[in-house]
């Protein structure tokens, strides 16, 4: 079945750091792939998405890459912030899957000042 | 757009009450609605689906008469924990979307429930 595997957290960065947060999914066919953000005591949030091949997703400097020779959807962002300290979740939906939102377990950024 | 709207926020009760945890689409109609359970640093399990006018297709090992879903219109769904007890405190969160479509699905802001 469709699954997606995040890298594990905590990561902890320094402001203006680069960020980079692992993704890769396995499904059948061409699954359309997401980046959610949740802040502390809130719900989820669509940070950004790509629906084939080569899309890239972008949001509030965040951009992800679509890449199927790799299966991956890595979430990179150029400089963060203490406010960007969140928990990201990555995510798809596929044909296989009966259209269901597949989540990662989650990877928790914390950025200190 | 696409907001939802998800009450109340915090609840907390005695054991043996039930609790209904509202979710509303605001500005848009989406078929479906999700319902998520969140455990403290955990990801979303999902509890059930729902469409409007039918029955809520739950997810293995959820217990429907635990967890009621009622879907009475395109904008609103509602989760009502009955008889609720120590073990269901949790991050309860709904989300509302669409079937068959790989549209994103748009989430509430959750409820932290907490049975006393």
């Known amino acids: 079945g469709n699954s997606v595997t995040q890298m594990e957290g905590p990561v902890t960065l320094s402001e203006e750091a680069f960020l980079t947060i692992n993704c890769t999914y396995t499904a059948t066919g061409y699954p359309s792939l997401f980046w959610y953000v949740q802040y502390p005591g809130e719900g989820l949030q669509l940070l950004l998405k790509?629906?084939?091949?080569?899309d890239k997703g972008s949001n509030k400097g965040f951009e992800a890459t679509y890449r199927k020779e790799t299966t991956s959807f890595h979430l990179e962002k150029g400089s963060v912030q203490v406010s960007d300290s969140a928990v990201y979740f990555c995510?798809?939906?596929?044909?296989?899957?009966?259209?269901?939102?597949?989540f990662g377990a989650g990877t928790r950024l914390f950025v200190k000042a | 757009g696409a907001v939802v709207s998800q009450h109340p926020s915090w609840v907390i009760c005695k054991s043996g009450t039930s609790v209904k945890i509202e979710c509303r689409s605001l500005?848009?109609?989406?078929?479906?609605m999700f319902w998520y359970r969140q455990f403290p640093k955990q990801s979303l399990m999902l509890m059930a689906t729902s469409n409007e006018g039918s029955k809520a297709t739950y997810e293995q090992g959820v217990e429907k008469d635990k967890f009621l879903i009622n879907h009475a219109s395109l904008t609103l769904s509602t989760l009502t924990v009955t008889s609720a007890h120590p073990e269901d405190s949790s991050f309860y969160i709904c989300?509302?979307?669409?079937?068959?479509?790989?549209?994103?699905?748009?989430f509430g802001d959750g409820t932290r429930l907490s049975i006393l």
């Open positions: 500005d848009f109609q989406a078929t479906t």
């Open positions: 995510a798809l939906i596929g044909v296989a899957g009966g259209f269901k939102t597949i």
């Open positions: 790509a629906t084939k091949a080569d």
């Open positions: 989300s509302a979307g669409w079937v068959n479509s790989n549209q994103p699905q748009h």
